[in-house]
Structures are given as structure tokens and as C-alpha cells.
């Protein structure tokens, strides 16, 4: 999977089901945990989401707001495997 697809299904579940806001225009380098738009919890919900739709497995010293903040590095730390 290149990162296009990546991105493309991150974003779509970021802002669907984490935001609650599939009309949000997320950015790449937005802070979706440290601005407000998701919380701490949902880091998990997204590790499980990535898991199972990547077959990724980030273990829960990696889903923090200083590694897993941005869609960029999600996008990063799921192509890295």
C-alpha cells in the first residue's frame, strides 16, 4: 500500500469516526490531539483501526500525542510497519 492509500483511509476515519466530522478539512501537519479535535482515548480506538485495516500493529508506548499527533506521522509510523 503506497502512501496515497495510507493517507487517504487514515484521514477518511480520522474525520468520520474519530472527529465525528467527515466535512472536516483535516491537513496533514494539523495536531488533531493537542488541538482539540480528538482525545486521548481515540488514539486507541485508532490503533486498533489501523491493525486491522493495515495489519500494523503499534504498540501503546508508540500511540502517544507526541508520536501520533499529525496524519503525518500516523501515515510514517503505519508505512514503517
Given amino acids: 500500500m ?4 495510507v493517507r487517504s483511509k487514515l484521514r ?6 474519530l472527529i465525528r466530522d467527515a466535512a ?7 495536531g488533531i490531539v493537542s488541538n482539540g479535535l ?4 481515540a488514539l486507541a480506538e485508532l490503533g486498533v483501526f489501523v ?5 500494523v500493529y503499534i504498540p501503546d508506548p ?3 500525542v ?5 496524519l503525518d506521522q500516523i501515515v510514517a509510523r503505519v508505512l514503517k510497519g
Avoid: C, V
Avoid at 503506497?2 to 492509500?5: K, M
Avoid at 477518511?12 to 469516526?17: C, E, S, V, W
Fill in 24 to 30: 472536516y478539512p483535516l491537513t496533514d501537519g494539523e
Fill in 38 to 41: 480528538m482525545d486521548s482515548f
Fill in 2 to 5: 503506497n502512501d496515497s492509500d
Fill in 62 to 64: 508508540d500511540l502517544t
Fill in 51 to 55: 491493525e486491522k485495516e493495515f495489519d
Fill in 66 to 70: 507526541s508520536k501520533m499527533d499529525t
Fill in 12 to 17: 477518511a476515519f480520522i474525520t468520520r469516526d
